[in-house]
T-cell receptor, first 111, second 118 residues
Framework: GDSVTQMEGPVTLSEEAFLTINCTYT??????LFWYVQYPGEGLQLLLK?????DKGSNKGFEATYRKETTSFHLEKGSVQVSDSAVYFC??????????FGTGTRLLVSP | GAVVSQHPSWVICKSGTSVKIECRSL??????MFWYRQFPKQSLMLMAT?????????EQGVEKDKFLINHASLTLSTLTVTSAHPEDSSFYIC??????????????FGPGTRLTVL
């Protein structure tokens, strides 16, 4: 079945550092790919998405590119802030199917 | 944006008792709600999908008699864990969408409920 693999956390960075959170997937078809973020005490929020190969999703300085050849959707940000500290979930969904989540990666950004 | 709330945020109960968790869409009508379960360091696992006014559709391996889901209105769904046991201890998360079915990109998630069964 479909699955999503994320790097284990926590990822600990200093403010203004470059962020990469790796995400790879296994799917039988051509899924849409998502990154969700969960801030402390809040529900998951959609951060960005991409629906086909080579699409780049972006939001709030975060970017991820749908790489079909490597089955990856790595999340990047050029300069993280303390306010980016949260748990990030990579997810996929094939057409008319349920969302499949990765295990989440906690990001801790220190001043 | 659309907001989904859950109540309670955490609950502790004795083994054998039943616990009800509420999920509300605060500023939109939720035709479809989803219930997820999350174990520590594991991903969210979909338990069931419910559409307003109809019976919930449970994922394979989820006991529908143990996890009762009621989606009685367009703004409220409840999950009742019946005769709870320690292995039911987990983090339960709901989400809601204003469009029918699961093909929409936009699910709005609640903050989750931590259940601990002693």
């Amino acid at each position: 079945g479909d699955s999503v693999t994320q790097m284990e956390g926590p990822v600990t960075l200093s403010e203004e550092a470059f962020l990469t959170i790796n995400c790879t997937y296994t799917a039988t078809g051509y899924p849409s790919l998502f990154w969700y973020v969960q801030y402390p005490g809040e529900g998951l929020q959609l951060l960005l998405k991409a629906t086909k190969a080579d699409d780049k999703g972006s939001n709030k300085g975060f970017e991820a590119t749908y790489r079909k050849e490597t089955t990856s959707f790595h999340l990047e940000k050029g300069s993280v802030q303390v306010s980016d500290s949260a748990v990030y979930f990579c997810a996929l969904r094939e057409a008319f199917q349920k969302l499949v989540f990765g295990t989440g990666t906690r990001l801790l950004v220190s001043p | 944006g659309a907001v989904v709330s859950q109540h309670p945020s955490w609950v502790i109960c004795k083994s054998g008792t039943s616990v009800k968790i509420e999920c509300r869409s605060l500023d939109f009508q939720a035709t479809t709600m989803f219930w997820y379960r999350q174990f520590p360091k594991q991903s969210l696992m979909l338990m069931a999908t419910s559409n307003e006014g109809s019976k919930a559709t449970y994922e394979q391996g989820v006991e529908k008699d143990k996890f009762l889901i009621n989606h009685a209105s367009l703004t409220l769904s409840t999950l009742t864990v019946t005769s709870a046991h320690p292995e039911d201890s987990s983090f339960y998360i709901c989400s809601a969408t204003g469009l029918a079915g699961i093909s929409t990109d936009t699910q709005y998630f609640g903050p989750g409920t931590r259940l601990t069964v002693l």
